[in-house]
């Protein structure tokens, strides 16, 4: 069963997330903000990770680079507002492999960690 990590400070959103992917048959982990994204990627090792930019203590982007370092080989996957189209570009550049726009649609998540995972 893969694993993903499910990274955003809006409580609800997380829990939309896991409910969906749970259903969809992930193992799925969650964290608030980008150091607890840190600790959680180092602890279990997901396949694929869904991260907020804009959050609390740090950001997903700092948080992104920072699993990158730790791990060349990371699959993240950003979830962005409309209008963060110049982070979403730094995220890539940083090692993102794709993004996907809230509020999101259930297909284009399922797409986005399709295209991840072996």
Same mark, same amino acid.
């Given at each position: 069963? &893969?694993?993903?990590?499910?990274?955003?400070?809006? $409580?609800?959103?997380? !829990?939309?997330?896991?409910?969906?992917?749970? +259903?969809? %048959?992930?193992?799925?982990? *969650?964290?608030?903000? %980008?150091?607890?994204? /840190?600790?959680?990627? *180092?602890?279990?090792?997901? *396949? !694929?990770?869904?991260?907020?930019?804009?959050?609390?203590?740090?950001?997903?982007?700092?948080?992104?680079?920072?699993?990158?370092?730790?791990?060349? @080989?990371?699959?993240? !996957?950003?979830?962005?507002?409309?209008? @963060? $189209?110049? /982070?979403?570009?730094?995220?890539? =550049?940083? %090692? +993102? =492999?794709?993004? /996907?726009?809230? &509020?999101? $649609?259930? $297909?284009?998540?399922?797409?986005?960690? %399709?295209?991840?995972? &072996?």
């Amino acid at each position: 069963m &893969p694993k993903l990590l499910v990274v955003d400070d809006a $409580e609800f959103l997380r !829990v939309r997330l896991t409910r969906m992917l749970t +259903a969809e %048959g992930f193992e799925v982990f *969650q964290a608030e903000n %980008g150091l607890k994204a /840190v600790a959680a990627y *180092q602890e279990h090792h997901p *396949q !694929v990770v869904l991260m907020d930019i804009t959050m609390p203590e740090m950001d997903g982007l700092a948080a992104l680079k920072e699993i990158m370092t730790l791990d060349p @080989q990371a699959r993240v !996957v950003m979830l962005t507002a409309l209008g @963060q $189209e110049s /982070v979403v570009l730094e995220a890539v =550049k940083s %090692g +993102a =492999k794709d993004f /996907v726009v809230k &509020p999101f $649609e259930h $297909e284009r998540v399922m797409k986005a960690i %399709g295209k991840l995972l &072996p």
